[in-house]
């Protein structure tokens, strides 16, 4: 069972664009939904994350709005750069719980 | 301050085989996760330990086995490897299991069984 979807699969993005990645959940208990940026050879790094009281959260270039009522969320990324070339997860878990349910993954490219 | 260490880096094993993987977490940190990650999929949780204890297992076999020591290091053992099994094997810290969500990653023992 899939809790976590995830879309697209693989995005390319020109640079100083934005990035759009969507997720989806089906636990309505998740209360804490991370995203995580993985370079290759290296493992996943938490990037930014919210909480369901909260419908959108920025820091700096990336944004995370929230839908509850959807069981959304997704992950803008403002002028995108080579550098946010990676491949970035959404992810999802509950109060107690230290299990991370991850979404497939998102291999975002950034072209010049 | 040093993160989530893993050791070794790469390994090669061959089909019914028994493998030990380590990991150091963040100093100060004492619940340490595991994940496997399958070329193109996300991680999947294997493992959490806290102050020695398993705090929660995924839906993995009983091949996999863990343990966490005083110092809150810990080992993922995987018996009788399967092909399957090859993957990234990720260990995560953090301050505590539930309290503080932020799980730090280290960088994965890449396993290869032939």
């Known amino acids: 069972q899939q809790q976590v979807k995830q879309s697209p699969q693989s995005l390319i993005v020109q640079k100083g664009g934005i990035s759009i990645i969507n997720c989806a959940y089906e636990?309505?208990?998740?209360?804490?939904f991370p995203w995580y940026q993985q370079f290759p050879g290296k493992g996943p790094a938490l990037l930014i994350a919210i909480r369901p009281d909260v419908s959108e959260k920025k820091e700096g270039r990336f944004t995370i709005s929230f839908n509850k009522s959807a069981k959304q969320f997704s992950l803008h990324i403002m002028d995108s750069q080579p550098g946010d070339s990676a491949t970035y997860f959404c992810a999802a878990s509950m109060v107690g719980y230290q299990k991370v349910t991850f979404g497939i993954g998102t291999k975002l490219q950034v072209i010049p | 301050d040093a993160g989530v260490t893993q050791s070794p880096t790469h390994l090669i094993k061959t089909r019914g085989q028994q493998v030990t993987l380590r990991c150091s977490p963040i100093?100060?940190?004492?619940?340490v996760s595991w994940y496997q990650q399958v070329l193109g999929q996300g991680p999947q949780f294997i493992f959490q330990?806290?102050?020695?204890?398993?705090?929660g297992r995924g839906n993995f076999p009983d091949r996999f086995s863990a343990r966490q020591f005083p110092n809150y290091s810990s080992e993922l053992n995987v018996n009788a490897l399967l092909l399957g099994d090859s993957a990234l094997y990720l260990c995560?810290?953090?301050?505590?299991?539930?309290?503080?969500?932020?799980?730090?990653f280290g960088p994965g023992t890449r396993l290869t069984v032939t």
């Open positions: 100093s100060g940190h004492k619940s």
């Open positions: 636990n309505t208990a998740f209360d804490y």
């Open positions: 330990y806290y102050e020695k204890e398993e705090r």
């Open positions: 995560a810290s953090s301050l505590d299991p539930g309290g503080s969500y932020e799980q730090y």
